[in-house]
Each structure stands twice: as structure tokens, then as C-alpha cells.
């Protein structure tokens, strides 16, 4: 008995076997259990792949307008670059290859190409700051959107389908652990700091040797390169996109999931991504009524929490080793 | 030339509209430096307001106009009460995010109350005048009238009254004036008063040129009201109004002899080069960092 308390109390002590990576690894291989077994209906991996999703776009956002301070309300247009990308990749170009290597590639390029467009809205952020700023990524969301609406042979606004379902969950969990991992290293490498400067004070940042236009331009682009990543997962798990799916609507949804989790912290992202997702399902009873409850439960969120639920707090094993007693991170 | 000045009269139609808008993006701009993204839905509101006066209650165009600007202003002040006084000191994001949450809530609280689009009929007579080959619409003539005259009047009460010189006071210092026995909190609530009720205003000239209304109108005029203040120059009254006409010339010009799929794309297009050329707007004063 003695022995397996031990035994017990040794496995899971933080660090020693239960660490991130071997949660990771547990979890993949019961995500490829529960997609391939059906363990769970599919309206259960429905939602859970959609949390999936929403946690990559969340932790996206959250790079721009939590760790770098600025105000991005267009990343629904990164993810339409994504999705239009990998989607036309699936069914033009790879339709013969096995979507085993055809999807990550075409997922991948759909992310890359979003990257080539966060490159290109990253440039005004070099003079424009805060408000203004947001609008340049407004204006470039609702240009992808025009563009998309205007080129006939991808359907225009009347959307673009014949996707198969290639998204299933352990793809869905795979991307999302990559992506908390290149987001979490990025913020504690030497960018990272730079990014975190940039936010507590930009001029500062500049006279301590910070190149704040670099930073700004990498931020950019890893964070447009997982919002088109979340994009191509998101296409091929619904099969169906239209211009009208990525809107405002979509970019004010990844605002509000982000800022209910916590601005600047990867935990935060996570909970406010599920917590958002979930709670949507869970007043589906309320029909049409819906929507108008969730954002008066964000309102009182914001006056009783106005830093959201983490609130620039992270969790401790989302923090590297060699940081947790350096105080870098709080 | 006569389809170009009849353009040119759309265009001076729908740049009164979105001035009325950006005129209260801006003003609340300009005194608690928040953008309330919740606005765009007060013009909705104001909207089917309309709608329920006009086919509801059966009222004439006067006594419509009065219910969307009054129920619009009433909207706006209590919004500012009880979702953005207590978030005053907060960190600005969580101001920008209980916008973005009002916002959304007007839009599904309609919607839950109006699932369908909703017809507004006319509310004045349907003539129109013939000045030279170009003809104006009784529709046109009052949405401009209207607006410029509730222009002006906002411009008296900014620059000639009391009330006004306060709040001119609080946009340009926010500290030292509230020390000055400014009573703050009554000059915002005025702000928002005057900011709603112009956009309730708004709702009853869009509901009078695009008769069917639906929840979701308020999102993108809404934006394109806020563009119009930031060509402008947020915060500054007058700029609202230039930028609105200039969006609204660009609009109507670009989708009258362009493919009119192009138009956001101009749109947007031309608001990135001037944000690129004048950071600030047009009329915003270059932001004097000190370090």
C-alpha cells in the first residue's frame, strides 16, 4: 500500500514524469484513441476540436494585442488567407496524394502565406500605434475579404467547398501543442523580451538597443502564421468557407475569447478559448437569446475582472524551468 | 456630367450619414480617449426605433425623429452609466472589450425581438425635385438638411456654451480639469447624450434610403462611420465630418464607375496610403511623445 502511494506520489510529481511534454503525449495518444475508436460522439470531439481552434486563434491574437501591447482587430482575415490557401491546396493541387503528408503541407502553406500578409500589415506599424493602428488591421482584414469576394474561381462570395474532412482531433491536438510550444519559447527567447518591452514602453525598448521594427515584424508574422494555421484546420473540419465567415463578427469573437482569458498569458488563452467555446454550447438551449446573454456575462466579467481571468498571470508549467523562480514571468 | 453630379449628391447623402456617426465615435473620443465600438449598434437601435414608430405607433417623420434620437440618447446614457463608469480606471482594453460586448448584446437583443428583416415604409412624401437633369428626392434633400442643420447645432453647443467649453476642457486635459470643479461625470454623460442622439439620427435616414433593416446594419456603418473619424483624425469634431464626406464621395464614386465589388477594396486600399502618409488623420495633431 506504502509502495504504491510512493510509487503514485512519484510519478505524478511536477517535473519528474508529469511534465508538459509527457501530458502532451498522453493527450495525443488519446485524441488518435478517441478519433479512432469513437470514444466520444461527434458532437463531444465537435467541440472539442472546435476549442482546439479557437486556442490557436486565441493564443494568436493574444501575441499582438497581450504580449506586444498593440491593438489588432483583423486576424479574421489571416485566418481566411489560411483557410482559402490550405483548402485550395487539398482539392486542386494534392487532390491525388494521401491527405496523411497532402494536409499538414497544405495547412502549413495556408499558414505560411497568412505569414506573408502579417509581413505586409506589420510595415504601418512602425509609425502607427494604438487606435490607428487598429484600423490598418481592419482595413487589411476587410481587403482579403474583398480580394476573395472579387476572384470567381474560388467561388467569390458565394464560398468555396469540396474540402474533405481531413481535421480530426489528433491533428487538431497536435497543432494547438505545437503552437503553445513556438509561442511559449518565442515569448521567453530574446524576442520575446522584446516583444514585452515593446509593450511596457516602445521608445524606452529603442534606447536599451531593442530593434523595435524587427520585433514588430516577427510578432506579426508568427502570429498571422497560426491564425492561418488555425484557418486550414478550421476549413477542413467545417468543409465549407465563404468570404462572410471570416467578418468583423469572427475578429470580435477571437477579441473577447482572448481578453475573457487574460491578456499576456498562455493559460489565460487557453481557458478563455474553452471557456467562451464551451459556455456557447452550453446556452444553446436558450436559442436565438444566446448570443445576447453571452455578452452581458462578458460585461459583468469585465467589471468584476477587468484584467479577464488570468489577468497577465501564467501558469506554472507553462513556464520554462529556468524561469519560475526569476520573477521574469509574473 | 449630370450622372457625376447626381452621384455627387448620393455621395453628400450617405457622407451626411456616416458624419452624423463619427461625430459621436469621436466626441466620446475626445473626452474619455475610448473608442466605443458599442455605437454603431446605438444607430442601429435608433433604426428600428424608427420602425416601430413609423409602422407601429403610426407616427409622422417629426415625432419619429424625436423617438430614435430621445430613446437612442437614453440608450447611450445609461450604457455609460452602467457598463462604462465603473471601468473608468480600468486598463483601456476592458473599456474597448465591455464595448465590444454591448455591442454585440444590442445586436442579438434585436435580433431576438426582430427575427426578420424588418421594411420601414416611407415616412415623408416621395417627390423630387429637377435642378438641371439632376433630380433630388425629398429623401435626400431632408437627410442632408437635417444633418447639417444637427451639426450645427452641435457646433454651438461645443464652442458657445458652458457645457461645451467643459468638455472641450476634458478632452484636452483630463487631470488637472476635474480639479477645477469641472463636474466630469455630467459633462460625459452630455457627451454621450449628444454623440447617441446624433446617431439615432442616423438610424432614421438610413432606415429612409435602404428601407429594409436588419440587427446586423449597425457593425459595418458602424466601421465605416469610425473610419471616417480616423481619416479625420479621432477626437477632433470637424475631421469626423471632412472624413465622412471624403469616405462617402469615395464610396459612391467608386461603385459608380468601377465594378461596385470593388468598392471596399478601394475603400480600405485608400485609408491604408493616407494612414501611411498622415499617421494621425487629416486634422490630428501629431501626438508629442515625451520621454
Sequence with gaps: MKKTADFLRRVCAPGKYFNAKTVAAAGFILALAISRFALLDNYLQLLLMLIGINVILTLSLNLINGYMGEFSVGHAGFMAAGAYVSSLLTVKTFALYSPLWAFPCAVLAGGVVAGFIGLVVAVPSFKTRGDYLAIVTLAFSMIVKSVIENIDSVGGPRGFLGMDKLTTLPWVFFWTVVTIWIIRNFIYSRFGRGILAVREDEIAADLSGVSTRNVKMLAFVVSSFFAGIAGGLYAHLIQYISPGTFDIIKSTEMLVMVYLGGVGSIAGSILGASAYTVLLEALRPLGIWRMAVMPLLLVLLMIFRPRGIMGLREARWLVPSSERDAGVSK | ?291
Design chain 2, 1 to 291: 456630367m449630370i450622372y457625376f453630379f447626381q452621384q455627387a449628391l448620393n455621395a453628400l447623402q450617405l457622407g451626411s450619414m456616416y458624419a452624423l456617426i463619427a461625430l459621436g465615435y469621436t466626441m466620446v473620443y475626445g473626452v474619455l480617449s475610448m473608442i466605443n465600438f458599442a455605437h454603431g449598434d446605438f444607430f442601429m437601435v435608433g433604426a428600428f426605433l424608427c420602425f416601430v414608430g413609423a409602422s407601429r405607433l403610426h407616427l409622422s417623420f417629426v415625432p419619429v425623429l424625436l423617438l430614435s434620437m430621445g430613446g437612442v440618447t437614453l440608450l447611450g446614457v445609461a450604457t455609460e452609466r452602467i457598463a462604462y463608469r465603473p471601468l473608468r480606471n480600468a486598463p483601456k482594453v476592458s473599456a474597448i472589450i465591455t464595448a465590444l460586448g454591448v455591442g454585440i448584446f444590442l445586436e442579438n437583443f434585436t435580433l431576438g425581438l426582430n427575427p426578420y428583416p424588418k421594411y420601414v415604409p416611407p415616412l415623408l412624401p416621395s417627390f423630387s425635385f429637377n435642378f438641371g437633369g439632376v433630380s433630388v428626392s425629398s429623401f435626400q434633400l431632408a437627410t442632408i438638411g437635417i444633418s447639417i442643420g444637427l451639426m450645427l447645432a452641435l457646433h454651438l453647443i461645443v464652442n458657445k456654451t458652458k457645457a461645451g467649453l467643459a468638455m472641450r476642457a476634458i478632452s484636452a486635459d483630463r487631470t488637472i480639469v476635474p480639479l477645477m470643479g469641472v463636474p466630469v461625470d455630467k459633462i460625459i454623460a452630455l457627451t454621450f447624450a449628444l454623440g447617441s442622439g446624433l446617431g439615432g439620427a442616423a438610424g432614421v435616414m438610413y432606415a429612409m434610403a435602404y428601407p429594409v433593416i436588419d440587427p446586423y446594419i449597425g457593425i459595418i456603418v458602424g466601421w465605416k462611420a469610425f473610419i471616417s473619424a480616423v481619416i479625420g483624425g479621432i477626437g477632433d469634431i470637424r475631421g469626423a465630418v471632412l472624413g465622412a464626406y471624403i469616405l462617402g464621395t469615395v464610396e459612391i464614386m467608386t461603385a459608380a464607375f468601377l465594378p461596385s465589388t470593388y468598392r471596399d477594396l478601394i475603400t480600405f486600399s485608400l485609408l491604408l496610403v493616407l494612414l501611411i502618409f498622415r499617421p494621425r488623420g487629416l486634422l490630428g495633431r501629431a501626438e508629442i511623445q515625451k520621454v
